[in-house]
């Protein structure tokens, strides 16, 4: 499975983005689909998933009410709509897919995109 993320960009403080997971192979459909980000000099942390099954998401607390993950299989596309960002959500984002039901832990998740930047200036 190949997954190809994109829409990031700089944007400002309350500004909104969305990001696009593509993924190369429809069977990612029977995937949890996830989101992670990395602030240069952290470790990557959660953000959102998505359950194969459409009828579970999960937030990381710190995105909860402002973030929110869609899936579209018919276009083997997971989104993740940005609202109300501001500078402590500037990281390079991870769309990734794991074949666990459900999961937080990035250890999970087998296939990874390459990332794409969002920069929030305040």
């Known amino acids: 499975v190949q997954l190809q993320a994109s829409g990031g960009g700089l944007v400002q403080a309350g500004d909104s983005l969305r990001l696009s997971c593509a993924a190369s192979d429809p069977r990612t459909s029977r995937y949890t689909v996830g989101w992670f980000r990395r602030v240069p000099g952290k470790e990557r942390e959660f953000v959102a998933a998505i359950s194969r099954s459409y009828s579970s998401t999960y937030y990381a607390d710190s995105v909860k009410g402002r973030f929110t993950i869609s899936r579209d299989n018919a276009k083997n596309t997971v989104y993740l709509q940005l609202n109300g960002l501001n500078p402590e959500d500037t990281a390079v984002y991870y769309c990734?897919?794991?074949?666990?039901?459900?999961?937080?832990?990035?250890?999970?998740?087998?296939?990874w995109g390459q990332g794409t930047l969002v920069t929030v200036s305040s």
């Open positions: 990734a897919a794991s074949a666990y039901a459900s999961s937080r832990t990035e250890y999970d998740y087998d296939y």
